[in-house]
């Protein structure tokens, strides 16, 4: 059994309300119920309710109109479709009606029981079919939302692996400069002290006699050279790869830094070139530091040691510490050959030589291993160069 279709019609002339009564009671098709609202006021509190199935608004509503209660109820959000009633056929209130939100637009002394049920019935069809066109309009909304976020998805996934796929390609080649350069250098660095130790060999055997006792202790010399250069590079390499393997670990301990130093200049003399010399001052009334004293050696020890390797003959060196509430400073100046500009972005690279020095034996790795000992003893190094007029590092060491 079909349900009843219930209608409110608002009009505060009771007399119009009964005509509308009789022509609803002379719908033949359905069952129609319908309530009166006497005014604009109640009419509005009716419909917030939203008991009826359609509401018939008359125009003439005391010191409001129709219209204005339609656009209201429609901005409060009423979905109920909305007849409006009228004592005149005028076309530029149809027009109102419409552009209102009325779905539909009648004329009082024409309406009939068939014109009624018939612009109900459009009324109530409309509206749902309005409600069926919303809520496919929101299913399609969120199709295309949910499409759009898989489609987002989808292009973060490709960017990530497009990604992944530049930072391999980079890293690749990464690895294959480094195997250029390693091979560079290991062609250069172990071919030139291989060569002397066999020619010098070859040639002790020729001195075998007293009055040729100078010449082969001259080779012996050049011998044990090339071995310790030799020593020197595999001890680079295989501190480097255990920096990069991380079996590395930081240990404190406190030393007296002055005495340190003293002593590790002690230990360069002999690397030193005729005439150089290593000047060494201390500022700060606090000596004892507590730090990793092998990594710091191996710090100062390679910092030293390019300063001697890159600076001429009769050259001085200079060595600075500064001791700081918090904060250790060592500062370590020469006046040697100097960084080219171009080249001092890639000094901490590894195997990499600057054009200037790439006559003056070495691995590229020295740098490199000190900016590793640095990070696992949470320091910093800086530096200054010019071309020909020399280079300062600093390194800086947290106390604390």
Same mark, same amino acid.
């Not at 499409?147 to 890293?171: G, N």
């Not at 310790?228 to 590395?248: P, Q, R, Y």
């Not at 030393?255 to 690397?271: K, N, R, T």
């Not at 890639?346 to 900016?371: C, D, K, M, W, Y």
């Given at each position: 059994?079909?349900?009843?279709?219930?209608?409110?019609?608002?009009?505060?002339?009771?007399?119009?309300?009964?005509?509308?009564?009789?022509?609803?009671?002379?719908?033949?098709?359905?069952?129609?119920?319908?309530?009166?609202?006497?005014?604009?006021?109640?009419?509005?509190?009716?419909?917030?309710?939203?008991?009826?199935?359609?509401?018939?608004?008359?125009?003439?509503?005391?010191?409001?109109?129709?219209?204005?209660?339609?656009?209201?109820?429609?901005?409060?959000?009423?979905?109920?479709?909305?007849?409006?009633?009228?004592?005149?056929?005028?076309?530029?209130?149809?027009?109102?009606?419409?552009?209102?939100?009325?779905?539909?637009?009648?004329?009082?002394?024409?309406?009939?029981?068939?014109? @009624?049920?018939?612009?109900?019935?459009?009324?109530?069809?409309?509206?749902?079919?309005?409600?069926?066109?919303?809520?496919?309009?929101?299913?399609?909304?969120?199709?295309?939302?949910?499409?759009?976020?898989?489609?987002?998805?989808?292009?973060?996934? @490709?960017?990530?692996?497009?990604?992944?796929?530049?930072?391999?390609?980079?890293?690749?080649?990464?690895?294959?400069?480094?195997?250029?350069?390693?091979?560079?250098?290991?062609?250069?660095?172990?071919?030139?002290?291989?060569?002397?130790?066999?020619?010098?060999?070859? @040639?002790?055997?020729?001195?075998?006699?007293?009055?040729?006792?100078?010449?082969?202790?001259?080779?012996?010399?050049?011998?044990?050279?090339?071995?310790?250069?030799?020593?020197?590079?595999?001890?680079?390499?295989?501190?480097?790869?255990?920096?990069?393997?991380?079996?590395?670990?930081?240990?404190?301990?406190?030393?007296?830094?002055?005495?340190?130093?003293?002593?590790?200049?002690?230990?360069?003399?002999?690397?030193?070139?005729?005439?150089?010399?290593?000047?060494?001052?201390?500022?700060?009334?606090?000596?004892?530091?507590?730090?990793?004293?092998?990594?710091?050696?191996?710090?100062?020890?390679?910092?030293?040691?390019?300063?001697?390797?890159?600076?001429?003959?009769?050259?001085?060196?200079?060595?600075?510490?500064?001791?700081?509430?918090?904060?250790?400073?060592?500062?370590?100046?020469?006046?040697?050959?100097?960084?080219?500009?171009?080249?001092?972005?890639?000094?901490?690279?590894?195997?990499?030589?600057?054009?200037?020095?790439?006559?003056?034996?070495?691995?590229? @790795?020295?740098?490199?291993?000190?900016?590793?000992?640095?990070?696992?003893?949470?320091?910093?190094?800086?530096?200054?160069?010019?071309?020909?007029?020399?280079?300062?590092?600093?390194?800086?060491?947290?106390?604390?």
């Amino acid at each position: 059994m079909q349900k009843d279709i219930k209608i409110l019609m608002i009009d505060d002339d009771e007399e119009d309300f009964m005509i509308v009564r009789d022509v609803v009671g002379n719908i033949e098709h359905d069952n129609y119920e319908i309530e009166h609202a006497p005014s604009f006021e109640e009419g509005v509190k009716a419909i917030k309710k939203g008991k009826h199935d359609i509401y018939l608004v008359d125009y003439h509503l005391g010191a409001e109109t129709g219209l204005d209660l339609i656009q209201k109820v429609i901005n409060d959000g009423c979905k109920i479709p909305l007849i409006l009633l009228t004592g005149q056929n005028n076309i530029e209130i149809d027009m109102k009606a419409m552009k209102a939100g009325a779905s539909d637009y009648l004329v009082k002394d024409k309406i009939t029981s068939q014109t @009624l049920e018939s612009s109900i019935r459009y009324s109530i069809a409309h509206a749902k079919h309005l409600k069926e066109i919303k809520e496919l309009n929101s299913e399609l909304e969120k199709r295309v939302e949910d499409r759009t976020l898989m489609l987002r998805e989808t292009v973060y996934e @490709l960017e990530k692996s497009r990604k992944e796929i530049s930072e391999a390609l980079a890293k690749e080649k990464e690895l294959n400069d480094l195997k250029s350069r390693f091979v560079t250098m290991a062609s250069h660095e172990f071919r030139t002290p291989l060569s002397t130790i066999l020619s010098s060999a070859s @040639l002790i055997e020729k001195y075998d006699t007293p009055d040729t006792e100078d010449k082969r202790l001259k080779h012996i010399d050049r011998i044990k050279s090339s071995v310790n250069h030799l020593t020197a590079i595999l001890s680079d390499l295989l501190s480097l790869a255990k920096l990069e393997e991380g079996v590395l670990q930081n240990n404190p301990v406190a030393f007296d830094i002055v005495a340190f130093s003293e002593g590790l200049i002690q230990d360069m003399l002999g690397l030193t070139k005729e005439g150089q010399t290593i000047r060494y001052k201390h500022e700060g009334a606090n000596k004892l530091v507590t730090l990793d004293i092998k990594f710091l050696k191996q710090i100062l020890t390679n910092l030293l040691a390019n300063a001697i390797k890159f600076s001429n003959e009769g050259t001085q060196i200079d060595l600075a510490t500064k001791t700081e509430d918090t904060e250790l400073t060592i500062t370590i100046q020469d006046r040697g050959v100097g960084i080219d500009e171009k080249d001092q972005k890639h000094l901490f690279e590894r195997f990499f030589r600057a054009q200037n020095v790439e006559n003056i034996p070495g691995t590229g @790795l020295g740098l490199s291993i000190i900016s590793k000992y640095l990070e696992l003893m949470k320091g910093s190094i800086t530096f200054t160069s010019k071309l020909n007029e020399g280079t300062t590092f600093i390194t800086k060491f947290p106390l604390k």
